[in-house]
């Protein structure tokens, strides 16, 4: 009776943390941050937002994430996708305190983070972060 009810209560726990898990990957969630500049990105901005995407070499989420950010920015010519290999830039990784990869960051035209998503974000969420509120 007692390993029934220990088996139940490590179930019900873990049944919790994988519904969490689940639905905290992938959603683009607001942040506000000190500015990242050019020289720590290795890359310039874009006019108006930028979507660092910090990747590992043997990550498959990765690839796809890659490949999402780049179809979805391909048509917007004043956002840019900037892919980061999180191995070969450990100081800015600390930095921004990237705990896993995929994650991207949408900063805006002065390096600020006013997004971030980990694990691969959904086609929809990133698409209305980078859509104009004045449209």
């Known amino acids: 009776m ?3 009810i220990t088996l139940a209560i490590v179930l019900g ?10 639905k905290s990957r992938g959603t683009v969630k607001a942040h506000s941050k000190a ?12 006019s108006r937002l930028t979507l660092v995407q910090f990747s590992s070499v043997f990550c498959s989420p990765c ?3 890659r490949i999402l950010l780049e179809d979805i920015t391909r048509n917007v010519p004043d956002v840019k996708h900037v892919d980061i290999v999180a191995e ?7 930095k921004l305190n990237i705990l896993s990869t995929p ?10 983070e006013i997004g971030r ?3 691969v974000p959904k086609r929809d969420q990133v698409a209305d972060a980078i859509t104009p509120m004045d449209i």
């Open 2 to 4: 007692n390993g029934t």
């Open 13 to 22: 726990l873990s049944s919790v943390f994988g519904i969490w898990y689940n």
């Open 35 to 46: 500015a990242i500049s050019e020289q720590e990105l290795g890359a310039s901005l874009g």
């Open 63 to 65: 690839r796809a994430t």
């Open 88 to 94: 070969s830039h450990l100081e800015l990784v600390r």
């Open 103 to 112: 994650t991207t960051l949408i900063l805006d035209s002065d390096g600020v």
């Open 117 to 119: 998503a980990v694990g």
